[in-house]
């Protein structure tokens, strides 16, 4: 099943779920933006220990699911599950950032049933996070309803699942007092741009100032307005941010201040 969408204010919303971090209704948001381009049915996020002996962690589940059925499911996978589960294998030869689909073969017959045949389940993308010594695990499900995921549904969530994941993460950090929810989304942004040691660090100040409204969200016209310049001096400076960063579009600007935030 696929969904037609219109990815060109795909930079501008990002935006917006940013500026919900830490809040209350932040993994509903996020579903939400997630459903509007790939249609998912449940998510759940998973902390294993690389060396599959210390434990593992379930850190959140949000999306459809019954809250019974999606508890029992995270409760049995973190008391023996992860130990079986092949897509634990793989994270650990992955580096870093990867979008995993493994097939049916690589499932035991007992771990299908219980992680996915008694829960209505049919189908699982990973975005596997490395992090030192721990593993986060964030999967996207599909239940029987809307059959599995397709080719082009996979080439999406490569797209979306690591953005998505890092964002959960870092809520969850938030929500837990681990970063001060007092420290907006506006400020983390400043102290990004404005850090010489970072990917942006070889903008001119003025490139730095362009490139923070932007990723603030503000149009062209009101950041010539903001700067007293004209708006082809903002397209310029855009243009010379963009060629810099070896980027093309607002999209990928917004997802370099992602990766380097987390």
């Not at 060396?51 to 699911?65: M, N, P, R, Y």
């Not at 730095?208 to 310029?236: F, M, S």
Request: include cysteine; hydrophobic fraction near 40%.
């Amino acid at each position: 099943m696929k969904k037609n969408v219109d990815w060109r204010p795909f930079a501008d919303r990002l935006t917006t779920l940013a500026k919900a971090e830490g809040h209350s209704r932040f993994l509903d948001r996020a579903f939400a933006f997630l459903n509007d381009y790939v249609i998912v049915d449940s998510c759940a996020v998973f902390k294993v220990a690389a060396d599959k002996v210390s434990g593992a962690e379930h850190l959140c589940t949000f999306g459809t699911l019954q809250a019974d059925v999606a508890d029992k499911l995270a409760q049995d996978y973190i008391s023996n599950g992860f130990k079986n589960d092949p897509m634990v294998q793989t994270a650990l030869l992955t580096p870093r950032v990867r979008v995993r689909r493994l097939p049916d073969t690589q499932y035991s017959r007992a771990y299908r049933s219980q992680y996915f045949n008694k829960a209505g389940l049919i189908d699982k993308i990973t975005s596997i996070h490395s992090s030192k010594n721990v593993l986060f695990l964030v999967s996207f499900y599909r239940i029987e309803g809307h059959g599995v995921f397709t080719a082009e549904d996979f080439k999406d969530l490569e797209r979306l699942a690591p953005i998505i994941g890092r964002f959960v993460l870092r809520h969850i950090r938030i929500s837990r007092g681990n970063k001060n929810l007092a420290e907006t989304y506006e400020d983390r942004i400043a102290q990004l741009v404005q850090d010489t040691t970072q990917i942006f660090a070889h903008l001119s100040a003025r490139e730095r100032q362009v490139c923070q409204n932007i990723l603030l969200g503000q149009q062209e016209k009101d950041i010539a307005q903001q700067l007293n310049v004209t708006l082809n001096t903002v397209v310029t400076y855009r243009r010379r941010i963009y060629a810099k960063l070896n980027i093309g579009s607002k999209a990928e600007l917004f997802q370099l201040a992602l990766i380097s935030q987390t």
